[in-house]
């Protein structure tokens, strides 16, 4: 193991060599936001939002792997303009109603906004996405909804692992969604892609309440 | 019936096709049977002339004669004129639209006399489903020298030395991607020939395809030699289908004549190329889509930081990937070499660029002109300005990803570096004429609804942004635009640009940036005074009335 020296908002940081700067910062306890980063996964770079600045330029800190005598700055205005109006955007285009969401308190968009002190109050005025978009509720296992679904690939890649692919991208534009191929599924049922969702788009199925509920509860 | 030796074209071109130029066809066709003209005339199809506004057309030689708008009745009329005293049909001539006087023979049209045609010297002239046609113009003696008389390193450096961009957009020189290639590790190497052309409003590829398939197979197969590939694709959208069939017969003739598969001409080199259709997705025009849609998977660029394709391409191996028009550019750099190549063009732009011109355009059509040419010069001298006497308001380059540049930088010349500094870009060589009755903010609002559409939904500046956009552009054509979303526009425009992870989105705001940036009232008319200065935007006309 090669060991290497870099600078992140100028501390200086001892780093194994071939880690990328997003997991190199989260060891050293300096907070890069992300959201399609998943420990042990190959990074998508697909969020934008754990972009850095290394050298002047915008950079996604996940895919740069680290060299000696990097100087990277986390905290710069570009930086935090740009994490700002992607997460605004993202916000005007979620699903917004943390209080029927499963994910709230454990939700990583949700972290990201108190983290970055972006509130659905103070964001400038987009416009919000006008069209509800239908929950899919064919899988067995889980229900998904696309109007909170960031694409973030964690689950089609979770998946990849366990069984070749249950789970991809189907559409295109903005239309993108996920699909889950219906009878055609090979899916083993391990449901590793509900738990490494990061937000509440893959959720359980809900458990049916039962038709008639007994009012008195009689013992023998 | 005496009549001379005689050549009749008739363009087959999917304009003219779509204009009854078939139809054309065949009764020239049995009225030659019926009249024992066999031995005379020739009658041939060709590919486009490029004058699509005038289709379908048809040229009589040697004479030179340019027949337009030509129908099956003019049919006999044509035969007339055949014979011996027989004179040309003037009501067929094109006619100057400045002082409607005919015009008899195609050199003397400003249309042809202002442009510079060598990529496609044979487009319009050659049966593209012949190869013997090819053959008489000179073809494959480029791939005869290069195979015979040069080494692969000599290749390699006249390209170099020729200047020549990649035509696809993005203007990378070419001989230096091939030379990155050729030293890349890895077996085994391959070729790719990019024809997804998927800009609304561009042709050129499709045109180049249609018109001189061999051309295009001649410069991969001598790009294959110098790099060492021995596999090929030409990647056309299945939107283009009589693209696939000539290039398909241009494959299987090449093949039989010994130009493509093993051993080509002798010389121990071997080298075969296949069609792949595409599905029409706009963003596997992107180098790592077009590669991972020709494996099979979702073509979805790869994000940067990454080895270039060149390096790590198509099944992981190094892969050589250049538009149409680039690879029918190589015959030329070899066989007449890279002086005169580079003589052509401005500095660091070589050689020449063609464009679809279409749009409000009195001669919309394909057009080749030396690189730094002035857009007044492509505009009002090649195209004919602005029909119906309106007047010239914007000129769009560049596809959906391209900006739009108004009047005042018309004496800008056309170039690569020229563009990209006016906001806007080469692109695949689109070039959309807009005149004072188009409505600039519906413009942006077209172009970024086919970007949030065709974006591959995979990062969120890209996904969410362009729709963002739109919305808040659409708000605006109905009268519903708030006095911020002017910065919001500027803002996350640039955020969009800056952050997405492909040339997709990082150009999609263009449209919007520079129609803001040239056209700035329009915005502001449509907002404040709630009025489409155009009397375009449906809604805010019915406002007007009502008041």
Not at chain 1, 31 to 38: D, G, S, T, V, W
Not at chain 1, 70 to 76: E, G
Not at chain 2, 367 to 388: A, H, S, Y
């Amino acid at each position: 193991m090669e060991e290497i020296g870099l600078t992140i908002d100028g501390l200086d940081i001892v780093a194994e060599k071939g880690n990328n700067i997003l997991e190199v910062a989260l060891k050293n306890n300096i907070y890069i936001p992300h959201l399609c980063y998943y420990p042990g996964l190959k990074p998508s770079g697909a969020c934008r939002l754990c972009v850095v600045e290394v050298g002047g330029e915008l950079m996604p800190s996940c895919l740069v792997p680290v060299v000696p005598r990097m100087v990277v700055t986390t905290n710069t205005p570009q930086v935090e303009r740009a994490r700002r109006a992607i997460v605004e955007l993202l916000i005007a285009d979620h699903h917004y109603d943390c209080r029927h969401c499963q994910a709230s308190g454990h939700c990583e968009l949700q972290r990201i906004m108190a983290r970055l002190h972006i509130s659905v109050k103070q964001m400038r005025p987009l416009r919000w996405a006008r069209k509800e978009i239908p929950q899919d509720t064919s899988h067995p296992l889980f229900d998904y909804d696309p109007g909170r679904c960031v694409l973030c690939s964690i689950c089609v890649k979770t998946c990849e692992r366990v069984s070749s692919g249950t789970i991809n991208f189907v559409g295109r534009g903005y239309g993108t969604k996920l699909g889950f191929f219906g009878d055609k599924s090979r899916c083993e049922s391990c449901r590793g892609c509900v738990e490494s969702c990061p937000v509440g788009a893959l959720v359980p199925k809900s458990t049916l309440p039962p038709s008639t509920e007994p009012s008195v509860t009689t013992g023998l | 019936m005496f009549v001379k030796q005689r050549t009749i074209s008739v363009c087959q071109g999917t304009g003219c096709i779509s204009g009854g130029a078939e139809q054309v066809y065949s009764f020239l066709d049995a009225g030659i049977d019926k009249l024992h003209l066999r031995d005379s005339v020739y009658l041939k199809r060709s590919g486009c002339h490029g004058f699509c506004q005038r289709g379908p057309l048809v040229t009589v030689e040697p004479e030179g004669i340019f027949y337009s708008k030509v129908t099956p009745e003019d049919v006999p009329a044509i035969f007339q004129s055949l014979l011996a005293e027989g004179k040309p049909v003037e009501r067929l001539f094109y006619r100057d639209p400045a002082t409607s006087r005919p015009i008899a023979h195609y050199r003397d049209i400003p249309f042809y006399s202002k442009q510079q045609r060598t990529v496609l010297r044979n487009c319009g002239n050659i049966d593209p489903e012949r190869i013997d046609d090819y053959l008489a113009t000179g073809g494959y003696q480029a791939l005869h020298r290069a195979l015979f008389e040069m080494p692969s390193e000599r290749i390699i450096d006249e390209v170099k030395r020729s200047g020549l961009r990649g035509l696809g957009g993005a203007g990378f020189p070419t001989g230096q991607k091939w030379e990155a290639c050729r030293q890349a590790a890895g077996a085994p190497k391959y070729v790719i020939c990019n024809g997804d052309e998927g800009d609304p409003g561009a042709f050129q590829d499709r045109s180049v395809m249609e018109g001189d398939p061999h051309s295009v197979l001649e410069g991969m197969i001598i790009a294959a030699f110098a790099i060492g590939a021995q596999r090929g694709f030409v990647y056309v959208r299945a939107e283009y289908p009589l693209a696939v069939k000539r290039l398909k017969i241009a494959i299987a003739q090449a093949k039989e004549r010994g130009f493509l598969g093993q051993d080509i001409l002798g010389s121990g080199f071997g080298f075969d190329i296949e069609v792949f259709q595409g599905a029409g997705a706009f963003v596997c025009g992107e180098s790592t889509a077009l590669v991972l849609s020709i494996e099979g998977r979702r073509g979805m660029p790869k994000p940067l930081p990454r080895p270039r394709t060149t390096e790590v391409g198509l099944w992981g191996k190094p892969t050589l990937l250049n538009n149409v028009k680039t690879f029918a550019n190589i015959p030329l750099v070899i066989s007449r070499g890279s002086a005169w190549f580079a003589s052509r063009g401005t500095g660091k732009s070589k050689g020449t660029a063609i464009f679809s011109l279409t749009g409000k355009i009195a001669n919309s059509g394909l057009i080749e002109v030396p690189m730094g040419v002035k857009l007044r010069e492509i505009i009002f001298d090649i195209g004919g300005g602005v029909p119906n006497g309106k007047a010239f308001k914007a000129v769009q380059t560049g596809g959906p990803s391209g900006g739009c540049l108004p009047a005042t930088l018309l004496d800008m010349p056309v170039d690569f570096d020229s563009l990209v500094a006016a906001g806007s870009m080469m692109g695949s060589g689109g070039m959309v004429v807009m005149d004072e009755d188009t409505c600039m903010v519906d413009v942006a609002r077209y172009f970024l609804d086919f970007t949030c559409r065709e974006s591959c939904g995979q990062c969120i500046p890209c996904r969410v942004g362009t729709k963002q956009m739109f919305d808040i552009l659409d708000d605006i054509t109905r009268g519903q635009g708030r006095p911020e979303d002017i910065d919001l526009l500027l803002e996350f425009g640039e955020v969009v640009a800056r952050t997405s992870l492909c040339g997709l989105g990082q150009s999609a705001p263009n449209p919007v940036l520079t129609t803001i940036r040239y056209f700035r009232d329009e915005y502001e008319a449509h907002i404040y005074k709630k009025r489409c200065p155009a009397g375009v935007c449906p809604e805010l006309i019915a406002k007007v009335g009502a008041d």
